[in-house]
């Protein structure tokens, strides 16, 4: 059952008769609908009229159609205008470009333009490696999309994913101070996203690669870590595996196992389940079962890409074969990056005690949360509206924090793990429990606290000499 919320948030102006009841009247029109009014403004008063700023969350836009009709069949009221307060924070875009140095006279155009910058320009030619210093490098990451793997939403292209990769800069921005610009492809050809990419890296201090299609995506990262000498990171990768790798040290402290002794079933072999499960691997769990949309992943299947072959030779210590449900029989954890309503209460039933399940599929998890709960002792879900929920917010800035921090050349696996024990850490021992087993995306701590172990981490391969 949707419920309303602040993505399909409407503001209804409306005139309406001055009478005593007029608003009790348009707020229980807005509530027989379904909406739940979040600000009721009078913008004008007359004699014969108010006029009045209606705000309430729908959970559609044919729920918001309804409630601006049940709000049209009032007698004596007019709808002016409906605004969708989502399109209205759009408007324009969501991130700008400000000038961190002042402007106001020749004095500091000599300075911060012509002439003087030449001087910075011959040092940068000289010592190249200055750019880390003396520019934006320093503090910039390039977020690069093809627009093939948008959200749930597909193949939607370069433009239509723009309003996403904004979105992600801002994040950048407010949570680790770090200057991200989208970078958004006309091309979804993997030799000419490679050698765009590394013709635009000399303004970047690292790349996060977002919501490119999977195989592509593997060989492309891959190949940008060969060939460039800043970071590269694939979020959908690798901010989804660190918090799930976080989420379930908890998690398995909360149902008292060790990850040792746990056989863990990852549902899901594409960009994030894949990644999941190589970083899961140097935790050595006691055996990883890897399902996708034909079943288990097991060595005697045809066809498999590159990516496939390796989690089928990685994994599957008993070469099992069978469907979803064969797997969870006995397993101790669930991880689920792959489709909406897979399985129900009576699979978490065949699963070890306790079982942990993280479904994580957006916006519907392999299975509804309160199914799972029935038998599960720790259910987490990729949603904002249920606990525990497992969002790379949590991982993204502070990694990249890290990273710019630390001029770090290259990426490695003890940096995300070292990031995901971050993130576990947050939440002490004093305060971990079924339904809190990761923290807050908006808690201060967690950033700081990321980029704090990625920059140690990164410490052995990471500035070169200034
Ligand atoms: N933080 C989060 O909560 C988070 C992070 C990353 C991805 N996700 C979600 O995980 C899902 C997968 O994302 P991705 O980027 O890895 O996609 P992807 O397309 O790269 O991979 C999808 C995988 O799911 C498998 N799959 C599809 N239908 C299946 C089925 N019926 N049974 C078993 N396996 C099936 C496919 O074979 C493939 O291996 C999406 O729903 C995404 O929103 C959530």
């Given at each position: 059952m949707p419920v309303p919320g602040p993505g399909y948030s409407i503001t209804v102006r409306v005139e309406a008769p001055p009478s005593a009841s007029a608003a009790g009247d348009l707020a229980a029109a807005v509530g027989r609908a379904g909406g739940v009014i979040t600000a009721f403004d009078v913008v004008e008063s007359h004699t014969d009229r108010i006029v009045v700023d209606l705000t309430a969350n729908t959970y559609s836009d044919a729920h918001a159609r309804d409630i601006t009709t049940a709000l049209e069949e009032l007698p004596g009221v007019v709808v002016r205008k409906v605004s969708d307060r989502t399109f209205l924070i759009h408007l324009g875009g969501k991130i700008e470009v400000s000038p961190k140095?002042?402007?106001?006279n020749r004095d500091d155009l000599s300075r911060a333009y012509t002439p003087g910058v030449a001087r910075i320009c011959q040092a940068i030619a000289e010592n190249p490696y200055d750019a880390r210093r003396l520019t934006i490098k320093r503090n910039t990451v390039a977020v690069v999309t093809?627009?093939?793997?948008?959200?749930?939403?597909?193949?939607?292209?370069p433009a239509a994913a723009l309003p996403v990769m904004e979105g992600k800069a801002a994040l950048f921005k407010k949570f680790a101070g770090v200057d991200a610009w989208p970078v958004c492809l006309d091309t979804q050809d993997t030799e000419e996203i490679i050698r765009t990419v590394k013709l635009i890296a000399?303004?970047?201090g690292g790349i996060n690669l977002e919501d490119i299609a999977a195989p592509r995506c593997f060989e492309i990262e891959a190949r940008l870590r060969e060939a460039l000498d800043i970071p590269v990171f694939h979020d959908d990768q690798h901010g989804t595996a660190i918090v799930v790798v976080a989420a379930l040290r908890n998690a398995l402290r909360v149902v008292g196992k060790q990850l040792s002794d746990c056989k863990v079933v990852v549902c899901g072999a594409g960009a994030a389940g894949s990644a999941i499960i190589r970083l899961l691997l140097q935790k050595k769990p006691a055996d990883v079962l890897a399902v996708d949309v034909h079943g288990i992943v097991h060595?005697?299947?045809?066809?498999?890409?590159p990516n496939l072959a390796w989690v089928a030779a990685n994994t599957n210590n008993e070469g099992l074969t069978g469907r979803l449900t064969d797997a969870l029989v006995g397993a101790d954890v669930f991880i689920g990056v792959?489709?909406?309503?897979?399985?129900?209460a009576d699979a978490v039933a065949t699963?070890?005690?306790?079982p942990v399940v993280f479904a994580?599929?957006?916006?519907?998890?392999?299975?509804d949360p309160l199914e799972a709960q029935r038998h599960a002792a720790v259910v987490a879900t990729?949603?904002?509206?249920?606990?525990?929920q497992i969002n790379n917010v949590l991982a993204f800035p502070g990694v990249f924090r890290g990273l710019l921090d630390a001029q770090a050349r290259g990426i490695t696996d003890e940096m995300l793990l070292a990031a995901a024990d971050a993130i576990a850490d947050v939440v002490d021992g004093d305060r971990v429990n079924a339904s809190f087993i990761v923290p807050s995306v908006?808690?201060?701590?967690v950033a700081p606290a990321v980029a704090e172990a990625v920059s140690r981490a990164a410490a052995p391969v990471g500035a070169r000499p200034a």
């Open positions: 140095v002042a402007l106001r093809d627009g093939s793997a948008v959200l749930g939403l597909g193949n939607i292209g000399p303004v970047y060595p005697g299947r045809d066809g498999m890409d792959s489709a909406p309503n897979l399985f129900g699963m070890a005690p306790d994580l599929a957006n916006p519907d998890p392999e299975i990729g949603r904002s509206d249920y606990p525990n908006f808690d201060s701590a």
